[in-house]
């Protein structure tokens, strides 16, 4: 389903997900996949401070500025495919979670 989302052009030369952004996007499926194949819940929850210091990605974004990954994450909510809970009012309790009626909304059939 991603694939299609990585390949779809958005401009002349841009695609719709970079190649660090379709990454990360593949990375957060896989870390919300829930535990219970049953699950009424569609995907787990990640808290956003444990996402920042995951392995994951700080090897992605080792070589850039913390900037540029605000700037993707903040990039995958605008499209729709994530999106920021919080539970409380600190920095520390922002959740990120998938969407994916927007990803099947950018889904090429």
Known sequence: MLV???NKRAGVRRRLLNAREYQLLQYLLNETEPLDPFSEEPSRRILLPDLLESDYVQA???DVTSRTFVRELTRLADLGFIKFTRNGTSQSNVIVE???E????????
């Open 4 to 6: 299609a989302n990585y």
């Open 60 to 62: 992605a974004y080792r």
């Open 98 to 100: 998938l969407d994916f």
């Open 102 to 109: 927007a990803i099947a909304k950018y889904q090429v059939y």
